[in-house]
Structures are given as structure tokens and as C-alpha cells.
């Protein structure tokens, strides 16, 4: 498990602290910390595990091999009280090390590691305030990178004479500026007809100029060096279009794929294809920005998206993951050559959650300056900010060569709301929209024999909070849904007869997803690595997992155990309510289960498994997956019987936006609409539950308008 006997020590960086494996020092703010060997040694495996479960036994087996068990006991308890000591940590609001009760120790705090120590030493004041310069060779090409010593602390730089460009009652984003810093593309429904268009303006102000016109929503615009403006759109089945910045017919560049850019040279557009709810299905790739036949890139990481050119147009930047089955939030950027050659990550999402304290992964990059190579981007500081789904304008320079990027964050824009989709001119002008995302909770009526609504969106939940996945009672008398009042996650309960709503927890933190059992007793959650049973009567929670990569999906029928994905091995498993033991009860191969529910009666099962099936249920582990009929490939997101068990809802993204479908299974074939959500302002979230009378839907509206300024360097 140590490292000790490998040639590399590795420097450990969390917060304010720094472990260095070679000196044996703790240190704060480059202060050293006064902490014995042995605590050093417990403190060291659980970095080394970061984020997973060391056992009291892989413990007991790495600090005391010829030890008795009650002096492992007694000496454990004992370094684990320094090591908290050292860090300044509360065992019962752990920031650092959470106890899992009677198995082990998990280290929380997202970590950096490298190779090569940090200075030991204070550096003096005119060093701090100074850069130096990093020279990074590949494929024979040099690039500099400006570094600062004070990697920690994000560097405020608020863009400068910002002033309001556009005035919109409804939904206008995602800008592109003009490289001369003249013109702005932008996405809009202000045409009054409800759908997204693409349209221009000048900086400097005037009247906006509406470049289409088609009755799709058409998004995700980018200025090409020629005066062109590429664009994603779902008409005809979804495409990149190109079309002249002042007007004319839009041409098709190629079939499906989101957010193309332009190569410098403007010679060529990358895009990708795929849907981030479909993991392993997202594919990159280039087109001749004349038109021809779109190449892949090979080389991309797995969920690779967002793709950004480099200067030089040799390098491309995206967001990706290293396995197509990985977590949500382990993305990172990466770097993919044009030319034959490996991508590489940048370690980007590390440095945010060291700086900023997010778990969320590395986020979309927005934009790379060409002057400076920063690259732009939108992110929340810390876990308060996802109450109330704000998030900044960033910067970070990268250079195409480095493998972890470089330091510090320039904090751009502080806002009240949603910035995002930062775009930045060759003059350092820069424009960006200000959103206002409002998530809640709404219902309508709903015909489950014609399946189709019957009246209007009514809200159930409507706050400034993001509130979503609401869960209901088979009575439909409950709902649980996740809400975010505390600056973390947190789930509530709501009776909809008295209205009455009280919190069922209040930790925060990264709780998922939870289930709600039939009669309402008991909610089931997870998080990245637990699984947990609340009752909702008095709010108390056990731990049914630990250490465990699930998802939950259901209760049984008789509410004795919980319906669980294992996300490591794509299976089925049953966690008893008691105890927790664990039983796999299927597994498909090539297709890893995603989403379980049990139909009212308990004798069937859906399955979300790349598409939409359905089988009989056998929790006695003995499912046959031959057994299971496909009824929608293009089912995602969240799966729900009708009360009667003859049709199962479904979310698909098959007319563009997330919408709600339903697929009966008495008439084979029958697949039908029930609520489409085509209004850009007003779009389904991917939750939603069935009651005998009504749909129970996550939507979030939005809107915004564009800013604009002047950024430094």
C-alpha cells in the first residue's frame, strides 16, 4: 500500500497543507506542522487511497503486523486524534478524515499530488509579487507559461468598464465575439416566436441583426476567421451549419454533433456527438469548414466534449473522462494533438478543488484567449454557491505541453447569478451572459390510459433554491425531492395533501439521488461512495454502504430491500434494509444498467440499459437477461410505471430537447409523446414521478442577457 519502497516520493497538497513524502513533513501555509511518524504513516495511506476506504485491518496490516489487536486499537485511536489535531479537523464535522463506524477512514478534501516537493521555505514578498517563466517543449514546439508561487490563492482581476449589452424579457446567451473584438453571435429566443435563433450585433451597441429564422432552436454560435458564423441546430435532425455573419442561406457542414468551433485558420471545425447522459456513446471529430466528410478524433479521451483550438490550431482542448464509465465528477481537460500523437489531462479538476473546494469535476472551458492562453471558464467557489446556482467568470493560462495546468485562477467576474459562456476578443474584449436559473418542482394531470397530459403546469416547489428528482409514496400522498438550502445537498419531504414540508436531512454535502418507499416509511440516498436509509418520521439515517460506488434506483415491494447500480460493474444488486448485504441480481452484457424500477405489482422490472427494457423480476439473482424486451433505444435519464403497470414513461432527447415519452406494453410498438418541453426557457431537469393522477416533473427556467468588458493581460 505505502509508497516507501518505490524510487518517486510525491508531495501531497490539500488546502492550506502540503504532505512531503521525502522530507516526512506536514506542513501549513509552508509553516511545518509537528507530527510523529506514526500519525505521519496513518495520514500518508489514507492520501494515498484519496477519497477511497482504508480499513481499520489494511491498517492494523501496514502499522502493526506483529502487533496485538487491542494495541492496534489503542494506538490507532491515538494517531488518528494527532493527525486530526495536526489538521485543526472535528471527527463530527470531519473537513478532512470521515470515520466510517467500525470499517475505517476516508481522506474528503480533494488532493494535488506531484512528484517534485514545494519549496520548504517562506519566499520573500518581491517573489510572490513576481512570475516566472516555464518552458514546456512537445513535438519540437516551446511554450511558456507564466507561473506564480502562490498557486493557492486565485488572483482577482474583475473585468473592467462592464456594461450591459443586450435587454431581453427572455432567454439570450451563449455569445461568440468577433476576433477584432467588433461583433457579437449570439443565442436567443427575443424573435417572439418561443424557439432559440442565431443573431449578430455590434459591440458598440444598436439593434441586433437575426441571421435564422427555422423554427428549430438553433444554438452554440462561433465566429469563423472568414466572417462566418458555425452553429449548432436541431432542425432536420440536428446539424453544425455555417451561415455569413450579415446574413444569407445557412449551409449544412455536417450531421448531428453540438458546439463546433473554428480552427484558426479557419480551414476546419471541430464538434462532438453523443449525449453527456449516454456515457460511452460521445465521439469527437473535425470537418472541413467548406463541407466533406467529418474525421474522428482517435486520439480523445473517453466523453471527450467542448472542444477549443489552440492558437496554432496543433492542439485541441476538451473535457472528458479518462473511462466512458466514470463518475460525473471526474472529468478533467485534456489536450489532444491534431496531428498523430496521446491526449493528456492537465489535472485541472484537482487544482479546483484545492482552490475553489469543488467536487464537481473540471468544467466546460468556454474559451482560450489567443493572446495570453488563458482559458476561460464558469464555476461555483465552494459547495454555497450551488444553492443558489451561481457561478463566475475564471481564467487559468495552459500551455499545450504541461500535463497539470499551471496556476493561479484569475477571478474574473463576481456575480449574483449564472455567468457562463465567457468569449474574448484579440483586444481583451469580453462578453458573457448573466443567467437566472431557477430549478423547482411543477405538476400537471395526466391521462395514463391516452397518456397524455390533461392541464397545466402548476408549481409544487418554487424557490430560489435549486430543488429536483422529487420521489413519491405509491398513495401519492408524499414526495421527497433534493434541495440545496444549506449550500450543499440535501433532501425534503413534502405532504401534498397538507402541504406541509420538513427537512429529512441537513449535512449538505453530495447526496444524489434518492428513492422513496411505497408506503413512505423510509428514503433511500447515495452519495459518491454511500448508501444510506433515512426514516422519515424522525430523520434518523444509517449507512447501508461504505465505500460502496451505487446508485440507487427502488425499494422492493415489501420495502426489505433497496434496488442499487453498481457503477463499477454496470450491474444490478439488491442491498437488504437490515444489514446491507449485497446480492447481484443481473447483469447485461455490453450494457450497463443505468436506472431500475419495479412496476406496481412487483412482478416485471425496466431497466435503463442503453435504451428502455423491460423483463420479469427475479431477486433471487437468477434473471435471465434473454428474458428482457428493448421498447425505446433513445430512452435516458428516468424511468417510471403508470399506476395500472401498463406503460412505462421515459425521458428522451430524440426531437432535441429532454422530453416526456411513454411506451405502453399491451400494443408492442406503441410509443407516444406526452409532454414536450421545445420552450428554451423552460426545460425538463431529467427527474420526474408518477402519481394516479398527475406527473410530478425537475424543470428549470431560465434567463439572461449579455455583458460585456475588458479583461487584462
Not at 506531484?114 to 518581491?126: E, G, K
Not at 456527438?273 to 456515457?279: D, E, I
Not at 495546468?405 to 468569449?423: D, N, V
Not at 414536450?676 to 423552460?682: A, D, G, K, L, N
Request: charged share 25%; hydrophobic share 40%; proline share 7%.
Amino acid at each position: 500500500m505505502s509508497n516507501a519502497t518505490h524510487g518517486t516520493k510525491r508531495c501531497f497538497r490539500f488546502g492550506p497543507f502540503e504532505v512531503d513524502e521525502a522530507s516526512r513533513e506536514l506542513r501549513k501555509n509552508n509553516e511545518r506542522v509537528r507530527l510523529q511518524e506514526l500519525p505521519f504513516r496513518v495520514l500518508l495511506l489514507l492520501l494515498e487511497r484519496q477519497g477511497g476506504l482504508v480499513s481499520r485491518e489494511e491498517l492494523h496490516k501496514e502499522l502493526w503486523p506483529d502487533g496485538t489487536y487491542v494495541e492496534f486499537e489503542q494506538g490507532l485511536n491515538t494517531a488518528m486524534r494527532k493527525v486530526r489535531q495536526a489538521l485543526e479537523d472535528d471527527a463530527d464535522k470531519p473537513r478532512f478524515i470521515e470515520t466510517a463506524p467500525r470499517k475505517g477512514y476516508r481522506f474528503l478534501f480533494p488532493l494535488v499530488e506531484s512528484a517534485i516537493p514545494p519549496p520548504r521555505s517562506r519566499l520573500p514578498l518581491a517573489i510572490y509579487a513576481g512570475t516566472f517563466l516555464l518552458v514546456l517543449v512537445t513535438v519540437g514546439l516551446a511554450w511558456t507559461v507564466r507561473l506564480r508561487t502562490r498557486p493557492n490563492e486565485p488572483e482577482e482581476d474583475l473585468v473592467r468598464n462592464l456594461e450591459r449589452l443586450t435587454a431581453d424579457s427572455g432567454l439570450t446567451w451563449q455569445p461568440s465575439i468577433s476576433a477584432d473584438g467588433k461583433l457579437v453571435a449570439f443565442s436567443s429566443d427575443r424573435g417572439g416566436a418561443g424557439d432559440l435563433d442565431i443573431w449578430v450585433m455590434h459591440v458598440g451597441g444598436g439593434n441586433p441583426i437575426r441571421l435564422t429564422r427555422d423554427p428549430a432552436n438553433e444554438t452554440e454560435p462561433h465566429f469563423c476567421p472568414d466572417g462566418r458564423i458555425v452553429f449548432q441546430s436541431d432542425r432536420n435532425g440536428g446539424g453544425i451549419y455555417a451561415v455569413p455573419a450579415l446574413g444569407g442561406p445557412a449551409v449544412l457542414l455536417a450531421k448531428g454533433g453540438r458546439q463546433p468551433r473554428c480552427s484558426p485558420d479557419g480551414k476546419s471545425v471541430a464538434f462532438w456527438t453523443g449525449s453527456l447522459r449516454k456515457p460511452g456513446n460521445e465521439a469527437l471529430f473535425v470537418v472541413p469548414s467548406v463541407g466533406g466528410a467529418p474525421v474522428r478524433v482517435g486520439s480523445a479521451p473517453a466523453r471527450a466534449r467542448k472542444p477549443l483550438w489552440s492558437s496554432d490550431g496543433r492542439m485541441l482542448l476538451v473535457v472528458g473522462n479518462r473511462q466512458a464509465t466514470a463518475p460525473w465528477n471526474e472529468t478533467d481537460w485534456w489536450l489532444i494533438p491534431t496531428a498523430p500523437g496521446s491526449a493528456r489531462p492537465l489535472g485541472v479538476a484537482a487544482i479546483l478543488g484545492r482552490v475553489l473546494g469543488s467536487t464537481a469535476g473540471a468544467p466546460e472551458p468556454a474559451d482560450w484567449d489567443a493572446r495570453t492562453g488563458d482559458v476561460f471558464f464558469s464555476a461555483r467557489r465552494g459547495q454555497a454557491d450551488y444553492a443558489t446556482w451561481r457561478s463566475d467568470i475564471w481564467s487559468v493560462p495552459v500551455a499545450p505541453a504541461s500535463r497539470q495546468s499551471p496556476a493561479p485562477l484569475r477571478h474574473i467576474t463576481a456575480a449574483t447569478g449564472k455567468h457562463s459562456g465567457a468569449s474574448v476578443a484579440s483586444d481583451g474584449t469580453l462578453v458573457f451572459a448573466d443567467l437566472e436559473v431557477n430549478p423547482n418542482i411543477w405538476t400537471v394531470p395526466v391521462d395514463h390510459r391516452g397518456l397524455k397530459v390533461s392541464g397545466t403546469l402548476q408549481a409544487v416547489v418554487a424557490e430560489k433554491h435549486w430543488e429536483s428528482r422529487p420521489a413519491l409514496s405509491s398513495d401519492g400522498r408524499t414526495m421527497v425531492y433534493r434541495t440545496e438550502h444549506t449550500g450543499g445537498w440535501d433532501f425534503s419531504m413534502k405532504n401534498l395533501v397538507t402541504g406541509e414540508d420538513k427537512p429529512l436531512t441537513s449535512s449538505g454535502g453530495s447526496k444524489v439521488w434518492a428513492a422513496l418507499s411505497r408506503d413512505g416509511a423510509r428514503i433511500t440516498f447515495h452519495t459518491l461512495q454511500e448508501v444510506y436509509i433515512v426514516e422519515t418520521a424522525t430523520g434518523s439515517a444509517r449507512a447501508l454502504c461504505s465505500g460502496c460506488r451505487m446508485r440507487v434506483a427502488d425499494w422492493t415491494a415489501d420495502g426489505q430491500a433497496v434496488l442499487a447500480l453498481n457503477l463499477d460493474s454496470g450491474a444490478l444488486e439488491q442491498l437488504r434494509a437490515s444489514d446491507g448485504q449485497r446480492r447481484e441480481i443481473l447483469r447485461i452484457k455490453d450494457r450497463p444498467i443505468e436506472m431500475a424500477a419495479l412496476s406496481p405489482d412487483g412482478s416485471a422490472i425496466a431497466l435503463l440499459a442503453r435504451g428502455l427494457l423491460v423483463g420479469p423480476s427475479r431477486m433471487d439473482g437468477a434473471a435471465d437477461p434473454n428474458s428482457f424486451t428493448a421498447l425505446a433505444d433513445d430512452a435516458e435519464d428516468t424511468i417510471r410505471w403508470s399506476p395500472d403497470g401498463k406503460a412505462i414513461y421515459f425521458i428522451s432527447y430524440a426531437d432535441g430537447p429532454a422530453c416526456l415519452w411513454a411506451a405502453r406494453l399491451d400494443l408492442p410498438g406503441d410509443r407516444r409523446a406526452v409532454a414536450h418541453f421545445h420552450e428554451p426557457r423552460r426545460a425538463l431537469l431529467g427527474s420526474f414521478d408518477v402519481s394516479s393522477d398527475s406527473l410530478y416533473l425537475g424543470i428549470h427556467e431560465t434567463s439572461g442577457n449579455l455583458w460585456v468588458g475588458k479583461v487584462g493581460r
